[in-house]
């Protein structure tokens, strides 16, 4: 494992949301959501999320996760991604996603 400085994980902003839609993303390699996210001041990000094994769309609308902000967009097939919506791997195709543990203000930075 590579380590990093604190300064350098510094730059990776992760801040809590809330799931405000989902819907089925069809196009995608991995069977997967899109999803949209409010981080308050931040505005509404989207995601293409593989957690079809674990959730339903109804499990997910209004949900708050934690997500990596910052990372360059990505296109997943005619889906742009703008944020990583964070999870523990339990296997390739199962992921339990991460979130705080009592309710807090949507764009809260996760440190």
Excluded at 23 to 46: C, I, N, Q
Excluded at 104 to 111: E, H, I, S, Y
Aim: glycine share 6%.
């Amino acid at each position: 494992m590579k380590r990093v400085t604190y300064d350098d994980f510094l730059r990776v902003e992760i801040r809590v949301g809330k799931v405000v839609r989902v819907e089925d993303h069809p196009k995608a390699r991995k069977p997967a959501y899109k999803v949209w996210v409010d981080f308050g001041d931040l505005g509404v990000k989207s995601s293409s999320a593989q957690l079809t094994r674990r959730y339903t769309k109804d499990d997910l609308l209004g949900r708050q996760v934690v997500a990596v902000v910052n990372l360059e967009p990505k296109r997943v097939a005619d889906f742009v991604s703008e944020v990583l919506i964070l999870g523990a791997m339990v296997t390739d195709e199962d992921v339990v996603l991460l979130r705080p543990d009592a309710s807090v203000a949507p764009g809260t930075r996760v440190l």
